[in-house]
């Protein structure tokens, strides 16, 4: 793997999943799980910094009226009817952890479901940089994880998901997709395992 061809694709690093008091933090019943993906991925992305890989953030951000959502179920409702990622708010801003990084982490807006790609220009900015491998990293594994890696794999990219660096929300359901459904249309894969994997090329 090749950090100049690799981009790790953040997805949902917002107050209202990662901060002590965000609304959706409580989606994730294992405790401490949701610390331990923030502290493993800093640590990747330290880990890469200096390499010519692209880092990309996805936000989901809201208008007030949440008309992205008129139609929601599942998670989405919960979204709506809790008031989380709403424009302007605490909760939709990106976690100081991240913003740490400044312009090495590239921002890419527009998300409003699952799918980082849908509604947003993010297949363009990976194309424009020759992009090939793409690993991804958040919340939550079942959801936004696993539709953004499928649209990944279905636009030709070979998709890792950073099995330690998301979540879902028990530890069972974790296991399943990593283990069950991310090896239909990629991998599951550590970052310790990614960081060996790019040993070779630099970093």
């Known amino acids: 793997m090749n950090p100049s061809t690799t981009a790790l694709i953040l997805v949902g690093y917002q107050n209202d999943y990662f901060a002590p008091g965000g609304i959706l933090r409580g989606v994730v019943e294992e405790p401490d799980r949701v610390d331990r993906v923030l502290a493993s991925t ?3 992305i330290r880990a890469v910094a ?3 890989m692209t880092l990309v953030s996805t936000p989901i951000v809201l208008t007030p009226d ?3 959502l008129a139609h929601s179920v599942g998670i989405l409702g919960t979204i709506k009817q809790s008031g989380a990622f709403k424009e302007g708010s605490a909760g939709a801003d990106t976690i100081p952890e991240l913003q740490t990084f ?4 590239l921002y890419v807006q527009g998300k409003v ?3 980082a790609f849908s509604s947003t220009t993010l297949d363009q900015v990976l ?3 020759g992009i090939h491998d793409v690993l991804v990293a958040g919340m939550v594994t079942s959801l936004c994880i696993d539709s953004t890696g499928r649209a990944a794999y279905e636009r030709g990219y070979a998709v890792t998901i950073l099995s330690d660096c998301t979540s879902a929300r028990t ?3 974790q296991d399943f997709f990593c283990q069950t459904i991310f090896p239909l249309y990629g991998r599951a894969a550590t970052s310790a395992e990614v ?3 790019l040993q070779g090329v630099g970093v």
Do not use: C, V
């Open 127 to 129: 194309r424009e940089r």
């Open 66 to 68: 949440y008309r992205a």
């Open 171 to 173: 530890p069972q359901e």
């Open 113 to 115: 479901g699952f799918n």
């Open 195 to 197: 960081l060996r994997e």
């Open 102 to 105: 400044g312009d090495r982490i």
């Open 42 to 44: 800093l640590a990747f």
């Open 50 to 52: 200096a390499t010519p």
